[in-house]
């Protein structure tokens, strides 16, 4: 009989145990707004190994700038934010210390790799602060072996001087291979080049994916494949890969508006990061605009504050019937394990 009188709270105790251990880690949406700039664009994330938390690098658009055109999108700095809670809450943490040339100058979208001791960091450089879409972009290398300290290694020498938006991953064989845009190929401007170093490059001038114009690649391996998201400015295009040479084209991601706080219209240059065999997709918004390109300017040449200011979201990527798939507005367990 004791046993029957105490089923009840046993079997309450069990169920909300087990109601607890399958509460899912809600994502914060936004994921993260720059309390500066107002401006958080072109997400990197990765493990700092000497702090012991989660950093997200990005570039910082100067969206609180009431300048002509796209001048808040010139003179950016690559902006911090890390988490030391499992990617729960996201802090402000400053700049990159990026020296170059004297002045204001230009950097866009970081992507940060960990090889042979060292950080090694990809960024588009541009000298000064323009008013209108143009200069030469190059892209430059620098290494850190604490992520505040930066010292610039080269420019390498890819197959123009107007590439942006890096992305690096390492083969099996330990060979590095770089995908980004470069603007002045007539052909197609998604373009790839090889290193063993990270230094010495041996570039492709054949593009990827000819007559197709893309932006912020982001290259991953997942549930058995290897995987290619490029910016289409109308959400991101899935290619699928065997062997990172060639590449199935698939349907698009987050190509259709979301419902959580900031998360329209259309998800824009991301980065992929897989643990516990999860996938997450972090991309940043436009919140104020119908559509991603649409940001006319007033009568005094101005984008207005609400179309310029961007913010960060993280989403899931599934694996079903062969491709990938997001549904930005879904539940998901959004869980960043310590390293």
Not at 120 to 129: A, C, D, M, R
Not at 164 to 180: C, G, S, V
Not at 294 to 301: D, I, K, R, T, V
């Amino acid at each position: 009989m004791a046993i029957f009188k105490w089923l009840p709270v046993l079997l309450l105790v069990t169920s909300a145990a087990f109601a607890q251990n399958t509460t899912l880690h809600k994502a914060p949406a936004p994921l993260f707004r720059d309390p500066v700039t107002d401006g958080a664009a072109d997400p990197s994330i990765f493990w700092n190994r000497e702090e012991k938390s989660w950093w997200m690098v990005y570039s910082q658009r100067r969206a609180n700038t009431e300048a002509e055109d796209v001048s808040y999108c010139y003179g950016t700095a690559i902006g911090i934010a890390s988490s030391s809670d499992n990617g729960k809450t996201w802090v402000y943490r400053g700049t990159l210390n990026l020296q170059i040339d004297k002045g204001m100058n230009t950097f866009w979208a970081p992507d940060v790799q960990y090889f042979n001791g060292k950080y090694h960091l990809f960024v588009t450089y541009i000298e000064g602060v323009r008013t209108h879409w143009g200069g030469r972009a190059r892209m430059s290398h620098f290494t850190s072996t604490d992520l505040w300290n930066w010292q610039l290694v080269d420019f390498p020498k890819l197959t123009s001087e107007d590439v942006i938006d890096a992305t690096l991953f390492q083969l099996p064989n330990k060979t590095w291979r770089m995908w980004y845009k470069d603007s002045k190929n007539p052909v197609g401007n998604m373009l790839m080049a090889e290193s063993k170093d990270l230094q010495h490059w041996q570039t492709h001038d054949q593009p990827l994916f000819p007559g197709h114009g893309q932006e912020g690649p982001k290259v991953f391996s997942f549930n058995g494949y290897y995987w290619l998201l490029t910016d289409e400015w109308a959400g991101m295009r899935v290619y699928r890969s065997t062997d990172l040479d060639h590449w199935e084209k698939q349907q698009r991601v987050l190509d259709v508006p979301g419902k959580r706080p900031e998360d329209t219209p259309t998800g824009a240059h991301g980065d992929v990061i897989v643990v516990n065999n999860k996938a997450y997709i972090f991309y940043f918004t436009h919140p104020g605009r119908k559509s991603h390109g649409e940001a006319p300017a007033g009568p005094n040449g101005i984008i207005p504050f609400d179309l310029r200011r961007s913010s960060i979201q993280v989403a899931e990527l599934v694996f079903e019937n062969g491709t990938l798939t997001c549904n930005r507005d879904a539940p998901f367990d959004f869980w960043l394990p310590n390293e």
